[in-house]
């Protein structure tokens, strides 16, 4: 990991008035996170929150034979850390680097000293993290009643909006590991998303051929999702 003077804030923090973003900024460090790297673990104590700038971060749970399956993502619109700041300091669920990148980590110490002093920073977190709790609720629904396909075309669709560019990488097994099934389903499914002209695979690179279509054969669970945060984040509505 390496570390030097933050760069452009995520979308999150651009909403910050500038009086607030003035007192957070001399707290950011610029920190260049590889993929699979581990964040946090169930139960851990946070030192630092997370803001992505161009990688992504899947919180997902672990059972005690290591089956795993994502609860949410968490890319340059949000955070990574949210029980810093809502009094429980740690989480039932893990965090893992999913594509590497740049992020601006934070004290979590400093960020909760300026959620309890700033009314604007207090409520523009509080609606994200119910944004959050919103894509969580609507992933465990769609992993019980969708087929993977669909699930599968959810999760690119969310990395997408996450990230910049029309590019992923992500191997079937990484994707097989966030939805907590067999890699050879992820196979069938990209097999039939490819052959459709959605996407191409290759080498753990899926690129998006076909957002419209992508997002018309999926289920109605990425786009409550998606207007969970377009309602609820002032950087969504804005757009």
Same mark, same amino acid.
């Not at 946090?40 to 399956?69: D, I, K, M, Q």
């Given at each position: 990991?390496?570390?030097?003077?933050?760069?452009?804030?995520?979308?999150?923090?651009?909403?910050?008035?500038?009086?607030?973003?003035?007192?957070?900024?001399?707290?950011?460090?610029?920190?260049?996170?590889?993929?699979?790297?581990?964040?946090?673990?169930?139960?851990?104590?946070?030192?630092?929150?997370?803001?992505?700038? $161009?990688?992504?971060?899947?919180?997902?749970?672990?059972?005690? $034979?290591?089956?795993?399956?994502?609860?949410?993502?968490?890319?340059?619109?949000?955070?990574?850390?949210?029980?810093?700041?809502?009094?429980?300091?740690?989480? $039932?669920?893990?965090?893992?680097?999913?594509?590497?990148?740049?992020?601006?980590?934070?004290?979590?110490?400093?960020?909760?000293? @300026?959620?309890?002093?700033?009314?604007?920073?207090?409520?523009?977190?509080?609606?994200?993290?119910?944004?959050?709790?919103?894509?969580?609720?609507?992933?465990?629904?769609? $992993?019980?009643?969708?087929?993977?396909?669909?699930?599968?075309?959810?999760?690119?669709?969310?990395?997408?909006?996450?990230?910049?560019?029309?590019?992923?990488?992500?191997?079937?097994?990484?994707?097989?590991?966030?939805?907590?099934?067999?890699?050879?389903?992820?196979?069938?499914?990209?097999?039939?998303?490819?052959?459709?002209?959605?996407?191409?695979?290759?080498?753990?690179?899926?690129?998006?051929?076909?957002?419209?279509?992508?997002?018309?054969?999926?289920? @109605?669970?990425?786009?409550?999702?998606?207007?969970?945060?377009?309602?609820?984040?002032?950087?969504?509505?804005?757009?």
């Amino acid at each position: 990991m390496s570390i030097s003077k933050p760069c452009s804030p995520n979308e999150l923090l651009s909403c910050l008035p500038d009086d607030v973003r003035a007192r957070v900024t001399p707290f950011l460090e610029n920190v260049h996170l590889p993929s699979g790297r581990s964040l946090y673990e169930s139960g851990a104590y946070f030192r630092y929150v997370y803001f992505p700038l $161009n990688g992504t971060v899947a919180l997902h749970g672990l059972t005690e $034979n290591g089956s795993t399956s994502m609860l949410s993502l968490v890319g340059r619109e949000g955070l990574v850390g949210v029980s810093s700041f809502m009094g429980g300091l740690s989480m $039932n669920s893990n965090a893992t680097v999913l594509t590497g990148g740049n992020f601006l980590r934070m004290p979590a110490a400093d960020l909760l000293r @300026e959620f309890e002093r700033s009314l604007p920073l207090l409520h523009l977190l509080l609606r994200y993290t119910q944004a959050l709790i919103a894509q969580m609720a609507q992933t465990a629904m769609c $992993n019980r009643h969708h087929t993977l396909e669909k699930a599968f075309s959810r999760c690119l669709l969310l990395c997408l909006d996450r990230t910049t560019g029309n590019e992923l990488l992500l191997t079937h097994g990484q994707m097989a590991h966030l939805l907590g099934v067999r890699r050879e389903g992820v196979t069938e499914a990209a097999f039939r998303l490819q052959h459709l002209g959605l996407i191409r695979y290759a080498r753990g690179h899926i690129t998006i051929l076909d957002r419209q279509g992508l997002e018309q054969g999926t289920c @109605e669970c990425y786009s409550a999702i998606k207007s969970e945060y377009d309602r609820l984040l002032p950087m969504r509505m804005a757009a």
